[in-house]
T-cell receptor, first 110, second 118 residues
Framework: NAGVTQTPKFQVLKTGQSMTLQCAQDMNHNSMYWYRQDPGMGLRLIYY???????DKGEVPNGYNVSRLNKREFSLRLESAAPSQTSVYFC?????????FGDGTRLSIL | AQKVTQAQTEISVVEKEDVTLDCVYETRDTTYYLFWYKQPPSGELVFLIRRNSFDEQNEISGRYSWNFQKSTSSFNFTITASQVVDSAVYFCALSEASSGAGSYQLTFGKGTKLSVIP
């Protein structure tokens, strides 16, 4: 039972580098989400995809782009990484409640 | 706009004590869902419970219980006879039924870090 799989688990980037975080789910869910978790801030929604072929901004979309490649995969791209994007990134999916989360990607921008 | 407030940033209790984690929410929707998630030190998010706005019945699951009160917009979580393994960050979250076609966006509180001391 893989559930929601995120790759990589850890990554260190230099300011200005680009990076794509990958997320795949094997539960045939319609909706997928990207959140970031910062200390003391809880999880905040970056982007979501309600269904294959659609994406929408969440609470904190600036500096990010997403692609819903197919029903299984939803990627998050940082075009020019900034230190403020140092965070733990979680992908989630669902068709109904609740959302199922991946184990997270810990990203550090130096 | 929806909002979730977890006023307790950190709580420490001695093992076997009972502890209640508070959650207060704001929403304009009449249909919504409330959740609790647990994040142990290993970092993953573990779903604990979901409640919809039409179901105010309290729930008990083993040592865990939840008290949902629409009149005070609260959804509190109690752990009875706490154990060291309960040490984690606990998040309360809200999803409005109108949050988007086919999606159920979650708004999280900032979390409460629970430390259970042996």
């Amino acid at each position: 039972n893989a559930g929601v799989t995120q790759t990589p688990k850890f990554q260190v980037l230099k300011t200005g580098q680009s990076m794509t975080l990958q997320c795949a789910q094997d539960m045939n869910h319609n909706s997928m989400y990207w959140y970031r978790q910062d200390p003391g801030m809880g999880l905040r929604l970056i982007y979501y995809s309600a269904s294959e072929g659609t994406t929408d901004k969440g609470e904190v979309p600036n500096g990010y782009n997403v692609s819903r490649l197919n029903k299984r995969e939803f990627s998050l791209r940082l075009e020019s990484a900034a230190p403020s994007q140092t965070s733990v990134y979680f992908c989630a999916s669902n068709s109904h409640q609740p959302q199922h989360f991946g184990d997270g990607t810990r990203l550090s921008i130096l | 706009a929806q909002k979730v407030t977890q006023a307790q940033t950190e709580i420490s209790v001695v093992e076997k004590e009972d502890v209640t984690l508070d959650c207060v929410y704001e929403t304009r929707d009449t249909t919504y869902y409330l959740f609790w998630y647990k994040q142990p030190p290993s970092g993953e998010l573990v779903f604990l419970i979901r409640r919809n706005s039409f179901d105010e019945q309290n729930e008990i699951s083993g040592r865990y219980s939840w008290n949902f009160q629409k009149s005070t917009s609260s959804f509190n979580f109690t752990i009875t006879a706490s154990q060291v393994v309960d040490s984690a960050v606990y998040f309360c979250a809200l999803s409005e039924a109108s949050s988007g076609a086919g999606s159920y966006q979650l708004t999280f509180g900032k979390g409460t870090k629970l430390s259970v001391i042996p």
